[in-house]
């Protein structure tokens, strides 16, 4: 059993797999970086100075009361908060992630479709008398001497 496994994981399908989900992650890692640390400090300039990461909603107050002035604070006072900045930096992250993959596969579908080559016009085409080949510019069969229709 352990050999079938060990074939079943040594697979190329497999192996390609977990470094694509590696690499994956990587990845989103550095988006979330690319995020949080260059895109959302000009947006919350533009919003009037906000972290938009330190938005917060005070569902129940903690053992110290109200208000926070951070996150971290609420959190330390032990209160219930609905953290709707971090889910907006979660959506912007997905949507340029989602946009690099779209950016990435439409690069590949062009190479693609750059490296496949139209298939070349026929050369030959049928005499309709003899069935036999002859050439596209051809006037009369070769074989047959029937005269034929120019196409």
Do not use: W
């Amino acid at each position: 059993m352990f050999k079938e496994f060990r074939e079943f994981a040594m697979r190329g399908n497999v192996v390609d797999m977990a470094v694509g989900i590696v690499i994956g992650a990587a990845f989103g890692t550095i988006i979330n970086s690319l995020v949080a640390d260059i895109i959302m400090p000009p947006i919350g300039i533009l919003l009037g100075n906000i972290d938009m990461s330190n938005l917060f909603a005070v569902l129940k107050e903690g053992k110290v009361a109200g208000p926070y002035s951070t996150l971290a604070a609420a959190k330390a006072a032990g209160a219930v908060t609905l953290n709707y900045g971090f889910f907006v930096n979660t959506v912007i992250s997905f949507l340029v992630i989602a946009f690099s993959v779209f950016l990435l596969i439409r690069s590949i579908n062009r190479l693609r479709s750059q490296r496949e080559t139209p298939p070349a016009a026929p050369t030959t085409k049928e005499c309709p008398f003899c069935l036999s080949a002859i050439p596209v510019k051809a006037v009369r069969c070769a074989h047959c001497t029937s005269e034929l229709k120019a196409s």
